[in-house]
């Protein structure tokens, strides 16, 4: 059953999709700061400049890339390639160029897909200095000979800073779960900005609804060196995070892929698995690989959270991935949507867990003298009935209702709801804080 507060998300995420697709987003700049503020808009978004120059971990932040223009001009005088067409026109990160020369040596400086002649591929040189342009192999195989004019007026600003948003749903408790996606690719729709209006829609959701028992944070920041310095500032939390979900690529009409956390056994993963075993639509689990998203940072050895992954088709697997042929066409209302409740729904379990302990645990409590029994009939009845059993049975304090949920079979919310129905009747103690 849709919760009331998932109506329009489908509709609510494309939009959001619209209006950000074409902003310059990049490891640093005003792309992402345009998109922090687009959702901003929706729930509120914190945002932390992390100053270029900034050791975190291995890595560096790197000066702040802004770009003015850059375009190249054939011999006959027309454009032949212009980054104000797309973003993904321009190599991320090309250094300043102002030069004429031959087709030759321009071409040294061109990227296409010869496999994919009507697609401009994705490229960045965030590391290594470099500049370049990306094309359609069709229009770099009509380029005339003779000589071009290279533009690309950008800048490489070493007083600049890298940007990063969090949303923070304040819990009633200490402990802490983590979402996370990137937010550094402009111009494609699936990778990765599905997965930021994704959690843009799952920000404004859970701003909305009672104040869950644990602090939802949610981080929206450039890819890799993003999650590497959110987690090197944030040293002194990370012990409190009890679960994690690494969000990207969930636009795609792929089946939901659920890749568990390095533990490979933490709530996360179980709650992962009991929520897609009961959705209505095909889904996969995967063991952990070192390879995906931001999960790679988050399970490092030096950290090993309990943080797990989840997307539709999972990056680098479909053929659009990286190319313009990842647009809009190819991510919809629907997968968006049962993305968002899949996504939902795991959380949901990691909140409403518990290990519940029985007020009457020497031989079976009457439950008909408490109007517990099934009076209605009905399977949901009969379900319900099953779930408080196994719950009473299970309710010794060791196990939680998860294992209730696993051992029997049923939907994590019936037995959430017979957990409810028998704490109600005084047949378990109250729920620890
Ligand atoms: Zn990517």
């Known amino acids: 059953m849709t919760p009331p ?5 489908g509709a609510r995420m494309l939009a959001l999709m619209r209006e950000t697709f074409d902003l310059p987003r990049s490891l640093t700049g005003d792309g992402v700061r345009r998109t922090l503020a687009a959702i901003d808009t929706l729930v509120p978004v914190q945002v932390t400049e992390v100053r270029s120059g900034t050791v975190v971990g291995d890595w560096t932040v790197p000066p702040e890339w802004r770009v003015r223009e850059a375009h190249v001009t054939g011999p006959d005088g027309a454009r032949v390639v212009d980054v104000a067409d797309s973003p993904l026109h321009l190599v991320g990160y090309s250094t300043p160029v102002r030069a004429r020369m031959d087709r030759d040596a321009l071409l040294a400086h061109v990227h296409s ?11 960045t040189s965030y590391w290594v200095p470099e500049w370049g342009f990306c094309m359609r192999h069709r229009d770099v195989e009509a380029l005339p000979a003779g000589e071009y004019e290279v533009v690309i007026d950008a800048e490489l600003d070493p007083l600049g800073s890298m940007t990063m948003g969090e949303i923070v749903i304040q819990g009633t408790g200490g402990d802490e779960v983590l979402v996370s996606t990137p937010v550094c690719h402009p111009g494609l729709a699936n990778d990765n900005l599905s997965g930021v209006v994704l ?46 979900l690494a969000v990207m690529c969930v636009g795609d009409p792929g089946a939901i892929t659920y ?11 179980r709650a992962a698995a009991l929520a897609l075993a009961h959705r209505p639509e095909p889904h996969e689990l995967r063991a952990f690989i070192p ?21 539709r088709t999972p990056p680098g697997e479909y053929p659009e991935n990286h190319t313009s042929a990842d647009d809009l066409s190819l991510v919809g209302a ?19 867990d518990e290990r519940p302990v029985s007020t009457n ?42 294992d209730a949920a696993e051992r029997c079979g049923l939907p994590f919310p019936v037995v959430r709801e017979a957990a409810d129905a028998l704490r109600a009747a005084g047949l378990l103690a109250p729920r620890a804080a």
């Open 334 to 352: 629907e997968a968006l949507e049962g993305s968002l409740a899949a996504v939902l729904e795991i959380l949901e379990i990691l909140e409403g």
């Open 5 to 9: 507060d998932l109506a329009g998300a």
């Open 113 to 123: 897909l010869p496999g994919r002649p009507d697609a401009v591929p994705y490229r």
């Open 199 to 244: 959690l843009a829609e799952l920000g404004r959701i859970l701003a909305g609804r009672p104040a869950p028992r644990r602090t939802h944070r949610i981080l929206l920041s450039p890819g890799t060196i993003g999650p590497i310095a959110w987690l090197a500032a944030n040293a002194e939390r990370l012990p409190r995070i009890h679960a994690g």
């Open 291 to 311: 390879w995906g998203g931001d999960e790679r940072q988050f399970c490092s050895p030096g950290y090993d959270l309990p943080v797990g992954a989840i997307s």
């Open 259 to 269: 890749k568990a956390s390095r533990r490979g056994d933490a709530p996360v993963d």
């Open 361 to 402: 645990p020497f031989g079976e409590p009457q439950l008909g003298r408490r109007g517990l029994t099934n009076r209605r009939g009905g399977e949901k009845g009969n379900q319900l009935e099953m779930a408080m059993l196994w719950v009473l049975n299970l309710a010794d304090g060791a196990h939680s209702l998860t």
